[in-house]
């Protein structure tokens, strides 16, 4: 399915399914908070590219949107199970793909941290615990 260099995505429910091409212009992990809201966790994780990138496969119509007021933000989702899906900003310039909606990573790795300083309180309490999952998984090795 697909050329080599796409990549597949699809909600939750299975009813929505798109692929889109693995070219990102940019990776970024964002923790400001609206990204926090957006997420309902400390950060977004979106690459980014051109809206001429993606192809829907299947459950377009189950798509639903909302324009964030004052941004060129849309919050797109699938309208039965709730899954953040790829959205188009507002001004049509770019097409931002929440990469936890893809089945596979992008080739570009992430590239940028935005709003580091508005990460929540809990969030350095992770990362120590984060950091000693890993030192255990490298011992367990
Ligand atoms: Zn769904
Ligand atoms: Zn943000």
Redesign the pocket.
């Known amino acids: 399915m697909g050329q080599p260099n796409d990549l597949s995505g699809q909600?939750?429910?299975g009813?929505?399914r798109y692929r889109v091409q693995d070219n990102m212009a940019a990776f970024k992990l964002c923790y400001c908070s609206f990204c926090q809201k957006a997420s309902g966790s400390a950060h977004v994780a979106n690459a980014f590219t051109t809206p001429d990138q993606i192809e829907w496969l299947q459950g377009k119509e189950?798509l639903t949107s909302f324009d964030v007021p004052n941004s060129q933000v849309r919050r797109v989702f699938?309208c039965?199970?709730g899954?953040t899906l790829p959205f188009e900003t507002q001004n049509g310039k770019f097409l931002v793909v929440p990469a936890g909606s893809l089945s596979s990573p992008p080739s570009s790795p992430v590239a940028a941290i935005v709003g580091w300083a508005s990460r929540p309180a809990w969030y350095d309490t992770a990362l120590g615990l984060i950091e000693a999952t890993r030192t255990e998984e490298r011992t367990a090795q």
């Open positions: 909600c939750i429910c009813a929505v189950m699938c039965a199970c899954t």
